[in-house]
């Protein structure tokens, strides 16, 4: 059973960065697409960032030029750096690869 894991979330305050990351116990980082994406309280679930095996990236217009996906194949991880991190950055964040999702890193933007 293929799982993967985040971690790095945590309470920061508007302006800071966290970076969270997706540990996969099989080697399927960077043979599927790869995505972050993002539940706020009684809010849909969004995405937030996406990578394709080809390293093209999607991002939301909302954390456009704020938040950078990259990938470790070697160590099977994806990562989401965020910076300038808003309190509507305030959510549940999951990875998802190819059909696997976690189990979500809770990230919180507050003074």
């Known amino acids: 059973q293929v799982q993967v894991v985040e971690s790095g979330g945590g309470l920061v305050h508007p302006g800071g960065s966290l970076r969270l990351s997706c540990a996969a116990s099989?080697?399927?980082?960077?043979?599927?697409?790869m995505g972050w994406y993002r539940q706020a309280p009684g809010k849909e679930r969004e995405m937030v960032a996406v990578?394709?095996?080809?390293?093209?990236?999607t991002y939301a217009a909302s954390v456009k030029g704020r938040f950078i996906i990259s990938r470790d194949n070697s160590k099977r991880t994806v990562y989401l750096q965020m910076n300038s991190l808003e309190p509507e950055d305030t959510a549940l964040y999951y990875c998802?690869?190819?059909?696997?999702w976690g189990k979500g890193t809770l990230v919180t933007v507050s003074s």
């Open positions: 998802n690869i190819h059909r696997y």
């Open positions: 990578m394709s095996t080809g390293d093209d990236t």
């Open positions: 099989a080697t399927i980082v960077g043979i599927y697409t």
